[in-house]
């Protein structure tokens, strides 16, 4: 009968102990490094396909610095996607004042989702100058 309740003892202290660690001990990521993680995961696995730029939009945000968004748009088996990717973070990386309506891109986008797709990353640029 010891072992028995030994083993439950052990069992139920793991348990606690893996609970606690879940809910305190990982630390919760940013948007910001969601998004990087995003962008590297797509320029591993991404397909890339010919899209359009639509815009270029300076959005203000409640207190804090506009953020620039990139919106475009591709076809991926036949069906159309319009998409934005914010570049506030990646602007050392494209020149804004060159993007225009109608200037043609690159598209990497996830095959499993095609609606999940970037334009520019650290290592990567779909943007035609």
């Known amino acids: 009968m010891f072992p028995f309740r030994l083993?439950?003892?052990?069992?139920?202290?793991?348990?606690?102990?893996?609970?606690?660690?879940?809910?305190?001990?990982?630390?919760?990521?940013?948007p910001a490094e969601i998004e990087l993680h995003r962008r590297e995961w797509l320029n591993q696995i991404g397909r890339i396909t010919d899209g359009t730029v639509i815009d270029v939009q300076e959005l203000a945000q409640n207190g804090h610095a506009p953020a620039t968004h990139l919106i475009f748009q591709y076809d991926v088996g036949g069906v159309s996607y319009e998409a934005s990717q914010d570049v506030t973070n990646l602007r050392q990386h494209i020149n804004l004042h060159s993007c225009r309506l109608g200037l043609p891109t690159s598209v990497r986008y996830d095959p499993q989702n095609p609606g999940n797709s970037i334009v520019v990353s650290e290592k990567w640029m779909g943007l035609r100058q």
Do not use: E, N
Not at 12 to 29: C, E, I, N, P, T
């Open 7 to 30: 083993y439950t003892l052990l069992a139920g202290g793991a348990s606690a102990a893996f609970v606690a660690y879940l809910m305190f001990g990982r630390r919760k990521k940013s």
